[in-house]
């Protein structure tokens, strides 16, 4: 089992920047990425950025050069920092960890809710 604690969360106005934290314990071995997703009111989940255990990244189209996904593997901790923030990013952003012999995002934390007002 691998557990996610998410911290970092927060309200801010638009144009403001917040970085997110999601610290791993457990069986961290097997996994082979973090991810960060997505839900806002009345809409799917949505991947937004990931990491793979190689260092490769990707992201939504919607975040692009806003945000940045990175880790600190001595703390098992993934950050993703979010800048220039816009009223649509408002959201509850899950942090989750892709298990290996699944390939499949297995572990969820709980989330924290990220509210950002024009």
């Known amino acids: 089992q691998v557990q996610l604690q998410e911290s970092g969360g927060g309200s801010v106005q638009a144009g403001d920047s917040l970085r997110l934290s999601c610290a791993a314990s457990?069986?961290?071995?097997?996994?082979?990425?973090i991810g960060w997703y997505r839900q806002a009111p009345g809409k799917q989940r949505e991947l937004v950025a990931a990491i793979s255990s190689g260092g490769s990244t990707n992201y939504a189209d919607s975040v692009k050069g806003r945000f940045t996904i990175s880790r600190d593997n001595a703390k098992n901790t993934v950050y993703l920092q979010m800048n220039s923030l816009k009223p649509e990013d408002t959201a509850v952003y899950y942090c989750?960890?892709?298990?290996?012999?699944?390939?499949?995002?297995?572990?969820w934390g709980q989330g924290t809710q990220v509210t950002v007002s024009s």
């Open positions: 457990g069986r961290t071995f097997s996994i082979n990425a």
């Open positions: 989750a960890a892709r298990r290996a012999v699944t390939n499949n995002y297995d572990y």
